[in-house]
């Protein structure tokens, strides 16, 4: 009989919790080793908490090791944004079509979910406060220091790398030669605020992800289970370190952001504001993934991203997936499972990655703009006349399993296709065709003539 290989996943996160499971159904031994104390026994966690939004690449990787019904039961749907205007309006702009959503889930209980779900798989071992000190990629060797101080020594036939943005598995790998790596600090930190429960409900309109879009900077907020709202503002560093007293606060608050004000309650908002300082958000892109057929990195060890896309987990998620699924293809074969990975996704992580950058100037500004409005319309008009044909780009993102390049390329064709249907739509309008426009456009472009002619059009362009 064939010896039981072995794999040590370095890092105990929502993406290291994740592939201990696929790999154990793949019957792996499996070792987590996590720097960390056990999250499902502490009090408190420091570190990130900015609130996930579970979409379909996520909940797909989910479903496959049997945990999607079980983290969705504990989700909130988000069915559109809701945009909180300057003086006061509320105004959605959904997701997509009525049925479609993302889920607010709380990055804590996920995590533990992940973990117990791991434990409880043969041939899953976890250690906790084990921190690597060393490694040799070529051999599968690693050496990790305990809390208490000893050493421990570890030899096995696959490290993964799952430890995060600041890898200690990539920084082994960055001093091979022909390694690609690249990384950015956006000019914006991040500072985390909340809305409490208001007389035991929900303060605000609980489906929806909640959005300030000042131009140049912008505070989203999440619902959470116990009916608060975690609130993250997004803004440049420049603008934090002008804002030094309460009364600073105070005043930049009510400037910009009044209707948020009785929401978090003046008192709590100045305290919160100087608890912790903003935290910086960084994009981080390399290749390959992989070292012989020893080591592999995934998730934000291989793609930290910034968050405004909401995809950082359901892409490390579908990491988890493809992998799962070129081993299933090569048949668990190391040798060639490892360079495959890194041939097939880096170029997906790498689009994902300049989507996000994309997506802020959509959430702290476009959502302002009424060419942007339109523009929603008419997407969401033509994807009605021909679901398989044209379909949003948040939608390719966000509800469907379309690799990440490919949504880019089909996009900017889409483009050209929209922008051609609007200007032939104020063509006709020029010629005295304004009413048949005006119905087409209110009714869905429900007219034959007009949905041939847009058929034909997009048939010529997305060729």
Same mark, same amino acid.
């Given at each position: 009989?064939?010896?039981?290989?072995? =794999? $040590? =996943?370095?890092?105990?996160?929502?993406?290291?919790?994740?592939? $201990?499971? +696929?790999?154990?159904?793949? %019957?792996?031994?499996?070792?987590?080793?996590?720097?960390?104390?056990?999250?499902?026994?502490?009090?408190?966690?420091? %570190?990130?908490?900015?609130? &996930?939004?579970?979409?379909c690449r996520g909940r797909q990787a989910l479903k496959k090791v049997g945990l999607e019904d079980q983290v969705v039961k504990d989700g909130i749907p988000m069915y559109a944004r809701m945009i909180h205007d300057l003086n006061g309006t509320l105004r959605p702009i959904p997701y %997509? *079509?009525?049925?479609?959503?993302?889920?607010? =889930? !709380?990055?804590?209980?996920?995590?533990? #979910?992940?973990? #117990?779900?791991?434990e409880e798989r043969p041939d899953v071992t976890l250690h906790f406060q084990h921190k690597l000190i060393s490694c040799d990629l070529e051999k599968g060797k690693l050496s990790f220091k305990m809390n208490g101080g000893a050493d421990v020594e570890v030899t096995t036939d696959l490290i993964m790398g799952n430890d995060g943005a600041y890898s200690a598995i990539r920084k082994h790998m960055v001093k091979r030669p022909r390694f690609n790596y690249s990384q950015e600090y956006i000019p914006h930190g991040y500072m985390e605020l909340t809305v409490p429960p208001h007389n035991g409900e929900f303060a605000m309109a609980i489906n929806y992800l909640h959005i300030w879009p000042r131009n140049e900077y912008m505070m989203i907020a999440l619902p959470n289970q116990d009916k608060s709202f975690t609130? #993250? &503002?997004?803004?440049?560093?420049?603008?934090? !370190?002008?804002?030094?007293? %309460?009364? !600073?606060?105070?005043?930049?608050?009510?400037?910009?952001? /009044?209707?948020?004000? /009785?929401?978090?309650?003046?008192?709590?908002?100045?305290?919160? +504001?100087? *608890?912790?300082? /903003? &935290?910086?958000?960084?994009?981080?892109?390399?290749s390959p993934y992989h070292v012989s057929d020893k080591a592999v990195i995934m998730g934000d060890a291989a793609h930290a991203m910034v968050p405004f896309y909401g995809q950082g987990m359901n892409c490390g998620f579908e990491d988890c997936l493809v992998f799962d699924e070129i081993m299933e293809e090569l048949g668990n074969d190391l040798s060639k499972v490892l360079p495959?990975?890194?041939? =097939?996704?880096?170029?997906?992580?790498?689009?994902i990655c300049d989507l996000a950058m994309y997506n802020y100037i959509e959430m702290r500004e476009s959502v302002n703009s009424r060419w942007f409005l339109?523009?929603? *319309?008419v997407d969401a008009c033509l994807h009605a006349i021909m679901p398989r044909v044209f379909i949003p780009l948040y939608t390719m993102v966000s509800f469907s399993r379309i690799r990440y390049h490919v949504v880019i390329n089909k996009a900017k064709k889409q483009d050209v296709l929209v922008d051609n249907s609007i200007q032939a739509l104020m063509a006709l309008t020029a010629v005295g065709g304004g009413y048949l426009a005006a119905v087409a456009i209110s009714r869905h472009f429900n007219i034959n003539s007009i949905t041939d002619w847009i058929h034909n059009m997009a048939d010529q362009i997305l060729k």
């Amino acid at each position: 009989m064939e010896k039981q290989k072995s =794999v $040590a =996943v370095v890092g105990g996160g929502l993406v290291g919790a994740m592939n $201990a499971c +696929y790999l154990s159904s793949r %019957g792996f031994k499996v070792d987590l080793y996590e720097a960390r104390q056990d999250i499902r026994t502490m009090e408190i966690v420091r %570190g990130r908490s900015i609130n &996930l939004a579970l979409s379909c690449r996520g909940r797909q990787a989910l479903k496959k090791v049997g945990l999607e019904d079980q983290v969705v039961k504990d989700g909130i749907p988000m069915y559109a944004r809701m945009i909180h205007d300057l003086n006061g309006t509320l105004r959605p702009i959904p997701y %997509g *079509k009525s049925d479609q959503y993302i889920m607010s =889930v !709380d990055r804590r209980k996920l995590n533990e #979910t992940l973990l #117990t779900a791991a434990e409880e798989r043969p041939d899953v071992t976890l250690h906790f406060q084990h921190k690597l000190i060393s490694c040799d990629l070529e051999k599968g060797k690693l050496s990790f220091k305990m809390n208490g101080g000893a050493d421990v020594e570890v030899t096995t036939d696959l490290i993964m790398g799952n430890d995060g943005a600041y890898s200690a598995i990539r920084k082994h790998m960055v001093k091979r030669p022909r390694f690609n790596y690249s990384q950015e600090y956006i000019p914006h930190g991040y500072m985390e605020l909340t809305v409490p429960p208001h007389n035991g409900e929900f303060a605000m309109a609980i489906n929806y992800l909640h959005i300030w879009p000042r131009n140049e900077y912008m505070m989203i907020a999440l619902p959470n289970q116990d009916k608060s709202f975690t609130l #993250t &503002l997004f803004m440049p560093f420049d603008m934090f !370190d002008q804002i030094k007293t %309460g009364d !600073d606060v105070m005043r930049f608050f009510m400037e910009k952001f /009044p209707d948020s004000v /009785p929401l978090i309650g003046e008192e709590s908002l100045k305290e919160t +504001y100087f *608890k912790l300082p /903003p &935290l910086p958000l960084v994009s981080v892109k390399c290749s390959p993934y992989h070292v012989s057929d020893k080591a592999v990195i995934m998730g934000d060890a291989a793609h930290a991203m910034v968050p405004f896309y909401g995809q950082g987990m359901n892409c490390g998620f579908e990491d988890c997936l493809v992998f799962d699924e070129i081993m299933e293809e090569l048949g668990n074969d190391l040798s060639k499972v490892l360079p495959e990975f890194s041939v =097939v996704r880096s170029p997906d992580a790498h689009a994902i990655c300049d989507l996000a950058m994309y997506n802020y100037i959509e959430m702290r500004e476009s959502v302002n703009s009424r060419w942007f409005l339109m523009r929603k *319309k008419v997407d969401a008009c033509l994807h009605a006349i021909m679901p398989r044909v044209f379909i949003p780009l948040y939608t390719m993102v966000s509800f469907s399993r379309i690799r990440y390049h490919v949504v880019i390329n089909k996009a900017k064709k889409q483009d050209v296709l929209v922008d051609n249907s609007i200007q032939a739509l104020m063509a006709l309008t020029a010629v005295g065709g304004g009413y048949l426009a005006a119905v087409a456009i209110s009714r869905h472009f429900n007219i034959n003539s007009i949905t041939d002619w847009i058929h034909n059009m997009a048939d010529q362009i997305l060729k």
